[in-house]
């Protein structure tokens, strides 16, 4: 089990190429000594990026990460943190002031702060996320720089942070971009900014800094992963419990600091209907940290798809990062209770989680509440295939997305890709993708949302020549909204190429809550739920059907839906509203697993 050498060579060889990267992920930093550095922070709107540019166009040694003000009367500086806005953090900025509204460019945001940093001790700063490219500076020197607006990142500052005054000066940058990931082509918001919490994670000098403990793949007791030290004590004797079950294992790391283990134990598995979680303990001679951890297996036999060696059908139903309720885009807690009790009371069994990765909240909450988790980065639609950095972008942001959430047993698929164009400069792109996920976790399945093609006016058929690299194939239809009525379902007969669970993971259409007319009115409350019934009576005839994703759970923001009185900027194929109300759909599909879930009992 090699997987992580090669995930640390491979970050190492990511690093030489230049790229911009934030240092190796602190993983679960929920439960280390952390200070929250979330409220109010000052911010400069800087469309023309002045405060990193000087009048020639090269980037300024005094730029606004040097905090400066005029010494006297007679200094000139032409900016003032103190002065300026301020922006609640976490929070995208479009949602906080009007003129932010349609706003892409770069904002700076500062923090004053005082830290009393206990003895023996590394302090980092860490990032839930900052939406696109982020350059981080600690009392006027540069820390680091972060692309991707979903990912975690976070730099050391033990030697620089000081007791009293320090200013943190984050410069965040949305603009879209060809070569990035996402590109400028999407249907949803670009929300900007620090759209997740800030903080300050303290550690031991030698501390654990990631670590893997999972099932086998394939295995109902076989516990298997591997401990990452970080800091100059390498060679430490390492001890894993979970008292529960009676597990106490005992290790030492090599002069990496890092080790493998595999042992058995007797665990109830989690699963949906019983989401045991389980604390686990890892102890080094120096640090100690617990995590609250499931135990279960996912694999594919045929079509189907196995949890815990049982055939399950995934009722799903997919999520944006949108606030519940709200024009913002979410990263509470309380946002991921709200989004997943939505999805319990469609009585769901598992959530597509697109077209990012969402917040940590979101895969812990699911871990707790039983539900099965489709994670995925945002390689949508158009991307440079060929741009050897858009590559290494998206490799990044699928090693961050895998490196935090590799631990939650909710998460059962890794997605690639969604609706991306058949070529085989996109083929390669995505092995490559496919390949980093394997040898990073081992023990999940992958997955991406693919198109169909047509073998005959009515017979769809599931053949992306990237299928062959899947364990799970995704479909987007859209039959009955932007490929004929709802009635043409009844003309379809499915198929498929690969012998393997197909998962529908997009279908639907739009329809404004209260407007209500017969079932043929495009927006209509009617429509939706006449395509939904639809729908699933064509679900009924395809065998090799493993799960069903309506699109989606609530509407969604997005710049791309410009209909007034009906879209407004909204996507509104949400089966609930951006208020928080259910349309009849919701309860098509409530009724539809209902059933499913009566079948399995
Ligand atoms: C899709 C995309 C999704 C869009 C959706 C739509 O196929 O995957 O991101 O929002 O269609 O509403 O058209």
């Not at 000139?76 to 892409?104: A, H, M, R, T």
């Not at 770069?106 to 982020?134: C, E, L």
């Not at 590799?406 to 058949?422: C, D, F, G, Q």
């Not at 020549?465 to 194939?473: H, I």
């Amino acid at each position: 089990m090699k997987f992580t050498k090669l995930s640390c060579v491979l970050v190492f060889f990511v690093a030489m190429n230049a790229y911009p990267l934030g240092q190796n992920l602190i993983i679960n930093v929920d439960h280390r000594s952390a200070v929250s550095l979330n409220g109010k922070w000052q911010a400069i709107i800087d469309p023309f990026e002045i405060g990193y540019y000087d009048y020639r166009y090269q980037p300024n040694k005094n730029g606004f990460f040097k905090n400066a003000k005029p010494r006297d009367k007679t200094e000139l500086i032409e900016y003032d943190f103190d002065k300026s806005e301020v922006l609640n953090v976490p929070g995208d900025w479009n949602s906080q002031q009007d003129k932010l509204f349609l706003y892409e460019g770069s904002i700076w945001y500062k923090k004053s702060f005082d830290y009393q940093r206990r003895p023996n001790t590394r302090v980092f700063v860490y990032f839930g996320a900052a939406n696109y490219h982020s350059i981080v500076y600690l009392n006027g020197q540069k820390l680091g720089e972060h692309i991707g607006g979903f990912t975690p990142f976070n730099f050391e500052i033990t030697r620089l942070v000081r007791e009293k005054d320090n200013f943190l000066v984050v410069k965040v940058d949305n603009k879209r971009r060809h070569d990035g990931v996402p590109t400028v082509n999407t249907d949803w918001w670009n929300y900007g900014g620090l759209t997740r919490r800030v903080m300050l994670v303290e550690v031991q000098e030698t501390f654990i800094r990631d670590y893997f403990i999972q099932l086998k793949r394939g295995s109902l007791k076989t516990v298997v992963g591997w401990i990452q030290l970080d800091g100059k004590q390498t060679s430490q004797t390492i001890t894993v419990e979970i008292p529960e079950a009676n597990v106490k294992q005992i290790f030492n790391t090599d002069a990496d600091g890092y080790v493998e283990f595999e042992f058995d134990a007797e665990l109830q598995l989690w699963s949906p209907d019983n989401p045991r979680l389980y604390d686990v303990i890892i102890k080094s001679q120096t640090d100690s940290l617990s995590d609250s951890v499931g135990f279960r297996s996912i694999e594919t036999k045929g079509s189907k798809i196995l949890l815990n060696g049982k055939p399950i059908f995934l009722r799903g139903v997919c999520i944006h990062e949108q606030a519940p309720k709200s024009k913002a885009r979410a990263f509470s807690k309380e946002h991921a209770e709200t989004l997943l009790g939505w999805a319990k009371e469609m009585n769901c069994n598992f959530v597509r989680l697109a077209h990012y990765p969402h917040n940590e909240y979101m895969p812990r909450t699911a871990d707790r509440l039983g539900m099965l988790v489709w994670s995925e980065i945002p390689v949508y639609w158009t991307i440079l295939w060929e741009n050897e950095s858009t590559l290494t972008n998206a490799l990044n942001q699928l090693t961050e997305m895998i490196t935090r959430d590799k631990n939650r047993a909710s998460v059962i698929l890794w997605s690639m890709a969604n609706e991306t164009p058949v070529g085989d400069a996109r083929n390669e792109f995505l092995r490559t993708l496919v390949e980093r996920a394997k040898s990073l976790d081992p023990t999940r399945l992958i997955t991406a949302a693919m198109e169909k093609s047509y073998q005959g006016k009515n017979k769809p058929v599931i053949n992306d020549p990237f299928g062959q690299y899947v364990d799970v194939l995704g479909c987007n239809e859209y039959i009955g909204w932007y490929e004929g009525l709802p009635d043409r379902c009844d003309l379809y007969s499915w198929g498929t190429i690969y012998d393997k669970p197909v998962i529908f993971s997009e279908f639907g259409g739009g329809a404004l809550y209260g407007f209500n007319a017969d079932k043929d009115t495009r927006w209509s409350e009617e429509y939706q739920e006449y395509l939904y019934e639809k729908q699933i009576k064509m679900f009924e005839k395809i065998p090799f059907l493993a799960g069903t994703c309506p699109w989606i759970l609530s509407d969604f923001r997005s710049p791309r839906r410009l209909l007034p009185q009906i879209q407004d900027y909204w996507n509104r194929k949400g089966l609930i509203s951006d208020k928080g109300e259910k349309k009849k759909a919701f309860y098509v599909m409530q009724l539809f697993y209902e059933k499913l879930k009566q079948n399995e009992q």
